[in-house]
């Protein structure tokens, strides 16, 4: 007991790419500028719904909510990458890197539940429309948002809690791109079985659950938007609802390819593209798919440069 105390991990080495020998500076600017592109795609969005009453609505109050999601998300995980492209790997230390897996895994969950609250709220502007205002208020949009948030942030919790009682003892270094869960696990010298099992299990619901409501509601939402007489209006119903299924589909697909399958199966590099795509990429383009097929967004964004 006490060599193992004496080796014990007290900081890791995040190596992100690992070894990009000449190119490192190439990955850098790129991902640098993915960055600055997601904040200010993201910030704009909220700022437009802020300051333009045309935009003050539920549905683009919780598009407000995603993009801030999508803000902790990026900032939580984009700078320490940034910092171990351009210099090889920089440390991290245990402390750190369990409140990084905390912010991502928080985040992640509450969008899961966010993203059936925008659904619901499509079907109710949908499905019925004279009773949307008196349903969706400001009290019954203000617990809906805040829920995600609460859920996320609580349930995790659990699983942070799992990893603190790990013991690190062997090697440091994390071959990832931010301090994730699975890394994790094969780094420590404990029995991870019983805590691998209850993310599988707890992920499932927290997949099926909100994907299986999104599609009943949508369901719903397309049988009401055939029977709309005006060409103009189902345009309009089609084009709203396909920019929420494209970031369903992004969300939930890739967070599939993560949780869903053992970590056995998941070999490192079809590891490290998944959750680039989930903390990098899904952050900068659900900005742009709202803004480019929303005419809404669109005037508000010529007024504001105007």
């Not at 060409?231 to 869903?260: D, N, P, R």
Request: hydrophobic letters at 50%; one cysteine or more; glycine letters at 4%.
């Amino acid at each position: 007991m006490s060599v193992r105390n004496q080796t014990r991990v007290t900081e890791f080495i995040l190596l992100g790419f690992g070894n990009l020998k000449n190119f490192n500076i190439i990955f850098f600017m790129l991902f640098l500028i993915i960055f600055i592109l997601t904040l200010i795609g993201n910030l704009l969005i909220i700022l437009l719904v802020s300051v333009t009453p045309q935009l003050q609505s539920p549905m683009y109050y919780f598009l407000c909510h995603l993009s801030l999601s999508d803000l902790v998300i990026a900032m939580n995980t984009l700078p320490n990458l940034l910092g171990a492209i351009l210099l090889g790997g920089i440390r991290m230390t245990y402390v750190d890197c369990l409140t990084q897996l905390y912010f991502f895994c928080s985040t992640t969950v509450t969008e899961c539940f966010l993203l059936p609250v925008m659904s619901y709220d499509r079907y109710l502007a949908i499905c019925n429309p004279l009773r949307y205002s008196s349903i969706m208020d400001i009290k019954c949009r203000t617990c809906l948002s805040l829920w995600p948030w609460l859920l996320g942030f609580t349930l995790d919790l659990i699983g942070v809690f799992g990893v603190s009682n790990y013991d690190f003892c062997r090697d440091n270094i994390i071959d990832h791109v931010y301090c994730d869960l699975s890394p994790l696990q094969k780094l420590s010298c404990s029995d991870t079985s019983i805590l691998e099992l209850e993310t599988f299990l707890f992920s499932m619901p927290l997949f099926l659950f909100p994907c299986g409501f999104i599609i009943v509601t949508y369901v719903y939402i397309f049988l009401a938007i055939v029977r709309i007489p005006s060409e103009i209006g189902k345009q309009k119903a089609f084009s709203t609802c396909s920019s929420h299924l494209i970031v369903v589909g992004t969300f939930y697909g890739t967070l599939a390819a993560k949780y869903m399958t053992p970590s056995k199966a998941n070999t490192l590099l079809m590891n490290k593209m998944v959750s680039l795509l989930h903390t990098v990429f899904t952050p900068l383009f659900n900005p742009i798919i709202y803004s480019l097929r929303n005419q809404d967004i669109k005037m508000a964004l010529k007024k504001v440069i105007g």
